[in-house]
Structure formats: structure tokens, C-alpha cells
């Protein structure tokens, strides 16, 4: 009886553990518990915001956005990290800066929290950049390499880049079936 009692009680704990173990991400490198953190950071940030809102709310008379629908795109494309870590950039180097350099003695109380969100972004630029791989971040096409081998072959370039002209319509043939609408029947 008493072994009986023992051995569930194990199993019990047993159970409890590998619960907790299931339930909680599998995180093996860097960039994976950068991410598991990461909700924790937002939480900051936007207290952080939320204590510097309302002042530039009001100081804000333009009805232009500057984040756009196109930003928001940009997000949700192969490209995301690249798109984050520019804009990131762009508030790291103008706006925060800029920010903090318009701090007076009657906003002195919102410097603080520009100063949290400022050291969460470069932290958070920082991750992005060390991390592309763990986000699958392609780079963009970069012409400049085309280019290059284009102009290493010297003469024979243009017979090249013209005899692989099957191949270029290919490529787009394929991207534009990609972004015909599905409803409606493909006509031949």
C-alpha cells in the first residue's frame, strides 16, 4: 500500500514536470528566448508610451501618416527584418533623438520613458540584426551583384543576359500567376 503510494505520488510529480516542460518553448539558442522575451518588452514599451502619448497627440496637427498601410505591408513580407530593423533605425538616429533634444523644464517628466523606449529599441535592432537567420530574413534582391557579373563578362555579357531572356520570363510569368485572383478561371 504504502509503495503503492509512493510510486503514484512519483508519477504524479513526473507528470507535473514534463507538463511544465511541454507547455514552456523549447528555446536551444539566443534568438529563440529573444522572442519568448520579447511580450515583456512590449509591456514596457508601451507603458513607456503611454506616459508620453498624450503630449505629442496634441502637438500633432498633421493628418498625413508617416507608419502607413505600406509599412504594415512591409511587416508581413519576406522582408520584415529588414523593414523593422530600417525603421528601427530611423527612430534610433531622428525621431528619439530629436525627441530627446525638444525635452524643457515643463517635459522633463517624459524623458525618462523616451529614454526607456529608446534603449528598448536599439536592444530590440540589435536582436533583429544578430538574429536573421532564426527569422528566416531574406535579403533583398541586391541589382548591384547582377550587375557586376554582368560587367565581369565584359563583351559576352549581353549574350549572356540576352540568351537567358527564357529564363527572366519564367521568373516573371510565375510572379504574375502568383498575384492573379483565384476566382476567376486561368484562360489559355
Not at 511580450?39 to 507603458?47: E, H, I, N, S, Y
Not at 513580407?77 to 533605425?89: E, G, K, Q, R, V
Request: hydrophobic share 35%; net charge positive; aromatic share 10%.
Amino acid at each position: 500500500m504504502r509503495s503503492t503510494r509512493s510510486l503514484l505520488l512519483l508519477v504524479l510529480l513526473v507528470q507535473s514536470l514534463l507538463s511544465k516542460v511541454w507547455s514552456t518553448p523549447m528555446c536551444n539558442n539566443q534568438c529563440c528566448r529573444f522572442v519568448e522575451r520579447f511580450p515583456g518588452r512590449l509591456r514596457k514599451l508601451r507603458q513607456d508610451y503611454l506616459q508620453i502619448r498624450d503630449f505629442y497627440e496634441a502637438n500633432d496637427d498633421l493628418h498625413t501618416a508617416l507608419l502607413d498601410q505600406s509599412v504594415e505591408e512591409s511587416f508581413k513580407t519576406p522582408f520584415a527584418c529588414h523593414a523593422m530593423s530600417s525603421i528601427l533605425d530611423f527612430y534610433l538616429r531622428t525621431v528619439l533623438p530629436t525627441a530627446l533634444s525638444g525635452v524643457t523644464e515643463d517635459t522633463r517628466e517624459l524623458k525618462p520613458h523616451m529614454e526607456s523606449i529608446q534603449q528598448i529599441f536599439d536592444e530590440l535592432k540589435r536582436e533583429v540584426n544578430k538574429c536573421r537567420k532564426y527569422f528566416a530574413c531574406q535579403r533583398q534582391f541586391d541589382i548591384i551583384n547582377l550587375n557586376s557579373t554582368y560587367s565581369q563578362l565584359e563583351d559576352k555579357g549581353v549574350y549572356k543576359a540576352m540568351g537567358e531572356l527564357d529564363v527572366l520570363f519564367n521568373y516573371i510569368e510565375t510572379y504574375l500567376a502568383s498575384k492573379r485572383h483565384r476566382s476567376h478561371p486561368v484562360s489559355l
